[in-house]
């Protein structure tokens, strides 16, 4: 059973550093940032929870910038995690603010609210891979 799980485990870290995760996280992403306001259910959460929509935005940026750090770590291993984080944390600012832009053309609004909590989203786990690889590197 463990050498069963291990091999799947194996299996998957190898496919995390593929370009496929980044690509479908991307797609996800400016699907449900793009979804018009008619296609949000009116009994939704997101009408009675209070910011929840900024928790979506923390969680789905910070596991995109947990999936392209997979990935760029495994294309770029000589870039030092500094230069690759920041490429990530570049890159995910330009999508975030992109994705507020043409939410305007869905009828929904531009929120400065939501790119800021992408932004602390994928500081937050950058900053944690950062913290991880040094623990790691101690022991």
């Given at each position: ?8 485990l194996?299996?998957?870290?190898q ?9 479908i996280?991307t ?10 306001p008619s ?22 940026f910070?596991g995109y ?13 000589s870039?030092?995690?500094q ?8 890159w ?16 929904r ?31």
């Amino acid at each position: 059973m463990r050498l069963l799980m291990k091999r799947w485990l194996d299996k998957w870290n190898q496919w995390l550093t593929t370009i496929w995760p980044t690509e479908i996280v991307t797609a996800i992403i400016a699907i449900l940032l793009l979804l018009p306001p008619s296609q949000i259910p009116e009994d939704s959460l997101l009408k009675w929870i209070p910011q929840l929509d900024k928790a979506i935005h923390f969680f789905l940026f910070g596991g995109y910038a947990f999936i392209l750090e997979r990935y760029i770590s495994s294309r770029l291993p000589s870039f030092s995690f500094q230069l690759r984080a920041s490429l990530i944390f570049c890159w995910i600012g330009i999508y975030g603010i992109v994705m507020e832009c043409l939410q305007g053309l869905t009828g929904r609004d531009f929120s400065w609210m939501d790119w800021v909590a992408d932004m602390s989203g994928a500081l937050l786990c950058l900053s944690w891979i950062h913290y991880q690889r040094r623990e790691n590197n101690q022991h």
